[in-house]
């Protein structure tokens, strides 16, 4: 069994900051500039990093944009999400040098938009981030996450099948507020196939 580690950065106001349970109240600031924390992991031989925008998450105006495009712009393979809500969002991150996009409750909220971004863009080019949390996913939208018993994309299968199984499922496991080790069962029936979904999954130490 072969994986990558992929470094995650959380921006608020351009800067470096954590979470707790995903609470705007429960916030860690970190003193570090953004965009030379991405530059220790490039070096470290970091191939990819994922970023998310808690501003854009909130507003869904993608606050944190330039702070993404910096980023990218230093040459690592990029991720990026955070309150992606319309095709516009979509086309403004892969502007900025996003390789690839995350999307979160949207995938749930309107599977057959979503959908049809997978058909035009292309899977390698979004990846659905899915949490779990006391026994039940949630879509990864921190301003507010909309919860979805057992099976997140249930009900919604015979839409975006075709395409979500070429996407990629990102997910995390939250045991009392702290992300632990991967939620691996939950994602067991979207990792079925491995040569049509690769899975990504936090651990958080």
């Given at each position: 069994m072969t994986f990558n580690?992929?470094?995650?950065i959380d921006l608020r106001g351009g800067q470096v900051v954590r979470l707790k349970q995903g609470d705007y109240a429960q916030q860690t600031d970190y003193p570090f500039d953004p965009v030379?924390?991405?530059?220790?992991?490039a070096s470290a031989?970091?191939?990819?990093?994922?970023?998310?925008?808690l501003d854009g998450a909130r507003s869904g105006s993608?606050?944190?944009?330039?702070?993404?495009?910096?980023?990218?712009?230093?040459g690592m393979q990029v991720q990026a999400g955070g309150g992606v809500r319309s095709e516009a969002d979509l086309h403004r991150l892969f502007d900025a040098g996003v390789e690839r996009v995350v999307?979160?409750?949207?995938?749930i909220r309107d599977p057959e938009m979503?959908?049809?971004?997978?058909?035009?863009?292309?899977?390698?080019?979004?990846?659905?981030?899915?949490?779990?949390?006391?026994?039940?996913?949630?879509?990864?939208?921190?301003?507010?996450?909309?919860h979805y018993s057992h099976q997140p994309l249930a009900g919604h299968e015979d839409r975006v099948?075709?395409?979500?199984?070429?996407?990629?499922?990102?997910?995390?496991?939250q045991v009392e507020g702290q992300?632990?080790?991967?939620?691996?069962?939950?994602?067991?029936?979207?990792?079925?196939?491995?040569?049509?979904?690769?899975v990504q999954q936090d651990v958080q130490q």
């Open positions: 580690v992929i470094p995650a030379e924390l991405a530059s220790r992991y031989g970091a191939r990819w990093l994922h970023l998310v925008d993608l606050d944190n944009l330039k702070v993404i495009e910096a980023i990218a712009a230093n999307l979160g409750s949207v995938a979503v959908a049809g971004w997978l058909e035009s863009h292309g899977p390698e080019r979004l990846t659905l981030a899915l949490d779990q949390q006391h026994g039940a996913e949630q879509a990864e939208d921190r301003a507010g996450c909309a099948q075709e395409q979500v199984a070429d996407a990629t499922p990102h997910g995390r496991q992300e632990t080790h991967a939620a691996k069962e939950r994602f067991q029936d979207l990792a079925e196939d491995p040569q049509r979904v690769h």
